[in-house]
């Protein structure tokens, strides 16, 4: 296991398509709203992994609340795996807060998902073996804070096989994914835009 930031004498002892894959990740250019940081990595899905966490905050509001947050995980296990179908794996996650009259619409899921496929392929992410499942939570308050309003949250998590150890394009097509759960215009052409995302 390994992180971005790992000293030059531990990554040269990295597998090259693994040295490979967090070049790629270092190259990777992201829109200024977000914010990528590493956290600790998964230990016990791969013989090596690198993890990165991501918020999305609102800077045209006081106290700069926040919008989207996510993870992103680049696992590699250089004997492969039958699951995967590949040395290498992506598991992801995301989640926003929806405004509640569209926490009933049996679309927003679909909206998510594709709008997933649709970001790999605007970024050219050659992948294979996707996967995911999208989730809305509703969280009513009563009592003492039965004056908030009721939220609905979309969690996306997905993942998928990259085609080769380049990892650039990947990041780059999750990271616009993230800033368009969280409603920040404009997103590529050719990407569904996730509807009428909160803005508290």
């Known amino acids: 296991m390994t992180a971005l ?5 531990e990554t040269r002892r990295l597998p090259g398509e693994f040295r490979e894959a967090l070049s790629g990740l270092r190259r990777a250019q992201h829109r200024q ?5 590493e956290i600790p990595a998964p230990g016990r899905l791969a013989p090596f992994a690198v993890a990165l966490a991501a918020e999305v905050h609102d800077p ?6 926040e919008l989207a947050t996510g993870r992103f995980v680049l696992l590699h296990d250089p004997a ?5 179908k590949g ?5 992801t996650y995301i989640r926003a807060s929806l405004e509640s009259d569209l926490g009933n619409d049996p679309m927003v899921g679909a909206v998510a998902w594709t709008w997933l496929v649709e970001a790999l392929e605007t970024h050219r992410a050659r992948y294979t073996e996707a996967g995911g499942t ?5 969280s009513e308050s009563f009592g003492g804070l039965a004056t908030r309003p009721d939220t609905i949250d979309i969690e996306l998590r997905a993942s998928w096989t990259p085609e ?14 993230v800033c368009a759960f969280a409603g920040l ?3 590529p052409d050719g990407v569904t835009p996730l509807p009428r995302i909160r803005r508290n």
Do not use: K, N, Q, Y
Not at 60 to 65: D, H, L, N, S
Not at 80 to 84: E, F, R
Not at 164 to 177: I, Q
């Open 185 to 187: 215009p404009p997103v």
């Open 80 to 84: 492969g795996s039958p699951v995967w």
């Open 33 to 37: 709203e977000i914010t990528l940081d």
């Open 164 to 177: 080769g150890p380049d990892s650039t394009d990947h990041l780059e097509a999750w990271a616009d994914m």
């Open 5 to 9: 930031g790992h000293r030059s004498a």
């Open 134 to 138: 999208a989730t809305r939570v509703l």
């Open 87 to 91: 040395t290498f794996r992506v598991v």
């Open 60 to 65: 045209t509001v006081e106290g700069r609340p």
